[in-house]
């Protein structure tokens, strides 16, 4: 329904490769190269330019991908109302969630809303919070559903649940008094972090700040891009971690970790689905819609 050319060209504007958009697109290089020479001709205008190994848009590819990304979206809602008159459902939808989120969280609900609306092809990405909120700049994904208290004014923020951060440890193990932790005997214990650029990491550090500590303040062992990783070492050390309850809730009640309290310390999150300001995607929409209805509390 659309000229393919548009979407050759908005794909390797979202890529700045060539050679990436054509692995995306299922076709050769010299055929985007192709329809990117036949557009250009059509416009009378470049629409990059190529410095050494690298491509960037000229100011008028800057343009045409500007209309692109309204002619996409316009596509996908149109293809959405059509569904609608059939009384089905279908399209892309392309959601990113941060690593805590895609990993526990966001699958159940995919496979209750995939069950639900099969003409509706999904896809699911996982990276930090910061790397979600890029790739939706990026328009690599309509939705983001993140963690944290990130405030891009250029995103739109929705909550839709909570979570609880809660610090575990190794049951063979002794930490402080058996009482609620002190601030100084949090001090003391060597602690395993989320890496900087996670919601994770972000909320703990302003929940410290209750305690009048900080990151710096503690002694903490290793940073880890993983929760998978961070129980992992947990199970074979002395380290305790800051980890989301939803991640270790089956270990906890197995007794393979126990939960720490901490003294005038607790941590619940919100977190929430995200998307660019003014583009409202329709399938989008309906996801969030279902997610709501079908949260488990």
Known sequence: MFDFRLRVFHTVAKRLSFTKAAEELYISQPAVTKHIHELEQQLGLALF??????????????????????????????EYEINQLKHTQGGLLAIGASTTIAQYLIPPL???????????????????????????????ILLGII???????????VEFARDEIVLIGNPKHAYGSGEPL????????????????SGTLEVITDELKRLKLKITDLNVAMYMGSTESIK?????????AFISL????????????????????????????????????????????????????
């Not at 690298?54 to 100011?59: G, N, S």
């Not at 990130?150 to 739109?156: A, D, R, Y």
């Not at 002190?182 to 650029?197: C, F």
């Not at 992992?232 to 305790?240: I, N, P, R």
């Open 232 to 240: 992992s070492y947990v199970h074979h050390s002395s380290c305790a």
């Open 246 to 297: 939803q991640a270790v809730q089956r270990e906890v009640e197995a007794g393979e970790f126990v939960v720490l309290p901490i003294k005038n310390f607790k941590l619940i999150r919100k977190l929430h689905f995200t998307y660019l300001q003014g583009l409202q995607d329709k399938l989008a929409q309906l996801f969030i819609k279902f997610a709501r209805q079908h949260m488990t509390p």
């Open 110 to 140: 995919l496979a209750k809303f995939n069950q639900r609306y099969p003409d509706v092809k999904t896809s699911l990405t996982n990276g930090n919070t910061e790397q979600i909120e890029q790739a939706l700049f990026e328009k690599s």
């Open 182 to 197: 002190t601030a100084n005997e949090l001090r003391s214990i060597p602690l395993l972090m989320r890496e900087h650029g």
């Open 49 to 78: 330019e190529r410095i050494g190994n690298r491509i960037k848009l000229t100011r008028a590819g800057q343009l045409v991908m500007h209309h692109a990304e309204i002619i996409f979206t316009d596509y996908r809602n149109l």
């Open 147 to 157: 963690e944290g208290s990130s405030k891009n004014p250029l995103l739109k923020y």
